[in-house]
């Protein structure tokens, strides 16, 4: 028989402490982690199923196969091959192929390369049986859009690759600087297509066109405005305040409305995603598909007043990634768009306040301030 020894006590279950990050994580924390985990999961569950019913392709980015200059010949291997205006108008003079047009109808018919094939790269459902009316899949084509800076031309080529084309060059200098070439161009509109420059559906929903420039201005300083005010209350010790409990559903709102034109157009905010000159090729279908998802989950349920610890947490933190891949392509003074609410153009210095003032209306949602009665 073992005794045990005085002033000593014998180790047992009581006397064990959970190690780790997770095991010493609070029940709120970890609840908090799994609706994040779930929300995100939900939205990317159905992005993806409605892009494979009609979306984009998610494998492939947008690399660059080769790039050829003028003097050199031609590659023949199947696949995206990237010309400058010399290489261009070498395709041009020899006639082995169909040049194809990837702008919008309107600039086609203000001006284009001879013979050209309008094919516009956010409409194809009307453009595409015209090009494979004028070329078959194993025609050499060659596209371009407006310039150096326009990445149109690199996405139909992505498209037209789907479809089934072997060889694609791409015009790197494009329209411009084909013009700055002195090489010929032609004018005048191609065959008759949908009228607009957006299917019916993008269309509805892009609230650029919509909604007049002048207005986006102020809206965008009253958004601001607002958050500024929240954040006053919050500081003032005012945590329940109506004007904060709006603050988050003006956020949920907006965001839903921000996410139903890329979910028209996934082609097109991709085009954005790429223009930030970021995220990898390769990331960059795949987040076109899955975060206007996120972006909807979360504003809908702030909407509703559901899970709004969380939900504000998340958009919180993307509209800190906005803020910060807008500042930085501000100091690399790179063009780009923000893909925000429609195919129009904003001022980077005007998303900036626009996201800052959400980021402050997120507030009392990151802190779990508003209303007791029901937390996340």
């Not at 006639?95 to 409409?123: K, M, N, T």
């Not at 996410?259 to 996934?266: E, G, M, T, V, W």
């Not at 090729?281 to 899970?307: D, F, K, T, Y």
């Amino acid at each position: 028989m073992f005794l045990p020894v005085p002033g000593k006590r014998r180790p047992g279950p009581s006397a064990e402490r959970p190690t780790g990050v997770w095991a010493n994580m609070s029940s709120e924390r970890k609840l908090f982690f799994f609706q994040a985990v779930g929300i995100i999961a939900a939205a990317a569950l159905a992005g993806l199923a409605a892009n494979f019913v009609s979306g984009i392709p998610l494998a492939g980015g947008l690399e660059e196969v080769r790039q050829v200059h003028q003097g050199q010949d031609l590659p023949e291997s199947p696949g995206i091959h990237y010309l400058d205006t010399g290489a261009a108008g070498f395709f041009y003079r020899s006639g082995r192929g169909v040049i194809v047009d990837a702008r919008p109808p309107a600039e086609y018919a203000r001006g284009h390369l001879p013979a050209a094939v309008s094919c516009f790269v956010y409409d194809l459902d009307d453009y595409l049986p015209g090009l494979l009316a004028a070329a078959g899949f194993e025609t050499p084509l060659m596209l371009y859009c407006n310039g150096e800076d326009c990445e149109d031309s690199r996405f139909l080529a992505e498209a037209l690759r789907e479809v089934g084309y072997r060889l694609i060059y791409v015009c790197l200098g494009g329209y411009d600087g084909w013009l700055e070439a002195g090489l010929p161009v032609e004018a005048g509109a191609g065959p008759e297509k949908a009228p607009g420059e957006h299917p019916a559906a993008t269309a509805a929903v892009d609230f650029t066109a919509l909604v007049p420039e002048s207005a986006w201005l102020g809206i965008d300083l009253l958004i601001l405005v607002y958050g500024l005010a929240v954040s006053f209350l919050l500081v003032r010790g005012r945590k329940e305040s109506p004007l904060a409990a709006a603050g988050l559903k003006l956020v949920g709102v907006l965001f839903v409305a921000a996410s139903l034109h890329k979910i028209a157009s996934p082609l097109e905010f991709a085009r954005v995603i790429h223009n930030y000159r970021i995220l990898p090729g390769v990331l960059v279908n795949p987040a076109a598909v899955i975060m206007p998802w996120v972006e909807l989950s979360c504003g809908v349920l702030l909407v509703l007043g559901r899970m709004r610890h969380v939900s504000a947490s998340l958009l919180a933190g993307m509209i800190g990634i906005f803020i910060l891949a807008v500042g930085f392509n501000l100091a690399r003074g790179l063009d780009f768009d923000c893909g925000c609410f429609g195919a129009g153009h904003t001022p980077p210095w005007q998303i900036l306040l626009r996201d800052a003032g959400l980021l402050l209306c997120c507030l009392p949602g990151l802190q779990g301030m508003v209303g007791k009665a029901r937390k996340a």
